[in-house]
């Protein structure tokens, strides 16, 4: 048996809704508290299954973990360092954030191969040759990594590509490392800087955050503290996508509107109608038919490449060929297949996909097969005409806080009930 999602569409949605806290931002958060020597609390944790997964992680290391709400309190006061080679390090990919910390903690890590969504290549050789770059001799076995350093020392360090895992788990490594770090062609998101924040707080020396240039003066211990998330701006953007699609008025609040320019540019050449009020932005349901618009996906401050997948259920609605091009996760277009048995018009390319609108959408099954498709998927069957169902729903339960409920309270016709695996 499994879950689907089931969603009648063809209803308008009306209402207001709160954005969780920041996913990509929380997963990192979490295993940079254990570099604390003492108790960090973390607020406006997101209800969603990663979380779950990391502090299953924490406790394997004898970390205290509580959960309650949308608070995580996590005491590594009596950890220990054990090996993480369960099972539960293969479903999900930021696990690998925990290389950085315990070894920044301990100058030794071993760890299984991180999991996660299958979006084409996603190495962590940047990681790794940051760690070296600090000192750790890295061995690789039966899927296992050994990452050690009698003593990390503070190095400069270019990223070939300004990647944001690596930028955050070579900081994690170098804030109790000796001496000083810098990290050129650092990314720029702005979970990087929440992770800084939170880091900061504890008593680790960092400038730069934000920009290219990365600088880390070392410190020798680091002390509990308090931290609230950011809220996260893939959610708000897929929840102004849905509200562009779906809606007659939505109000969309605890959003950082910087962090979604491009979307919402994007959404008004398009002919999205919104209003930026504060940290809300008001959408106004579509009058007229919605234009074709081309996207390429880029590093922050550029397209999210997060957004594309939801953003090309939209746009199967536009009047006129879109171009969607991806140059982060260049195979991230399983969910157009999917979109295509809804009555889409999709060509894939190499990395590209390319839209011809508008074309109705009616209900189907039709399988989730990463994170964002599944969000995709949610915007089509509010779209559509009939009922939809979505399987492999744990992947849209990710990243997605209590999506189900927040929709119904717009006016979604949306249900949950196990199937048959067939």
Do not use: W
Request: aromatic residues 4%; charged residues 25%; proline residues 3%.
């Amino acid at each position: 048996m499994s879950e689907v999602i089931a969603i009648e569409g063809g209803h308008k949605l009306n209402g207001t809704v709160r954005i969780s806290g920041a996913k990509n931002a929380t997963v990192a958060l979490i295993p940079a508290a254990v570099l604390a020597d003492g108790p960090v609390e973390i607020f406006g944790v997101p209800e969603i299954s990663d979380v779950e997964a990391l502090a299953i992680l924490l406790r394997e290391l004898k970390c205290e973990v509580k959960i309650d709400g949308e608070q995580i309190k996590i005491d590594p006061s009596h950890m220990e360092d054990i090996p993480l080679v369960s099972d539960a390090v293969n479903k999900l990919r930021a696990s690998y954030y925990f290389m950085g910390a315990l070894l920044g903690k301990y100058k030794r890590v071993k760890i299984k191969m991180p999991g996660g969504c299958y979006l084409g290549p996603r190495p962590i050789d940047l990681h790794l040759k940051g760690f070296e770059a600090l000192g750790a001799t890295i061995t690789y076995h039966d899927d296992t990594y050994l990452l050690e350093a009698e003593e990390l020392i503070g190095n400069q360090i270019y990223l070939d590509f300004a990647s944001v895992g690596a930028t955050i788990n070579i900081m994690l490594a170098a804030v109790k490392a000796k001496g000083k770090t810098i990290i050129e062609n650092a990314a720029k998101e702005p979970e990087i800087i929440d992770v800084a924040n939170l880091l900061t707080k504890m008593g680790a020396r960092i400038r730069g955050v934000g920009t290219d240039t990365i600088t880390i003066e070392g410190v020798n211990e680091l002390h509990g503290t308090f931290h609230e998330i950011i809220p996260d701006r893939i959610e708000a953007g897929t929840f102004l996508i849905i509200a562009a699609a779906a809606g007659e008025k939505i109000v969309v609040q605890n959003i950082i509107p910087q962090h979604l320019e491009a979307l919402i540019s994007k959404l008004k050449e398009m002919g999205v109608q919104m209003d930026v009020v504060g940290d809300s932005i008001v959408v106004y349901g579509k009058e007229d038919d919605l234009s074709a618009v081309d996207i390429k996906t880029q590093i922050y401050p550029g397209f999210a490449t997060d957004l594309q997948q939801p953003l090309t259920a939209l746009l199967t609605q536009s009047v006129g060929t879109s171009h969607v091009q991806e140059t982060i996760y260049v195979e991230r277009f399983k969910h157009c297949e999917q979109l295509n048995k809804m009555g889409a018009n999709i060509e894939v390319k190499e990395a590209s996909s390319v839209i011809h609108g508008e074309t109705p959408l009616h209900g189907t099954r039709v399988q989730a097969t990463d994170l964002r498709c599944g969000a995709a998927l949610v915007v089509a069957g509010l779209l559509a005409e009939g009922i939809t169902e979505i399987t492999n729903v744990y992947h849209i339960d990710r990243g997605y806080d209590n999506i189900d409920h927040k929709l119904i309270t717009l006016g979604a016709h949306i249900s949950r009930y196990e199937i048959d695996d067939e």
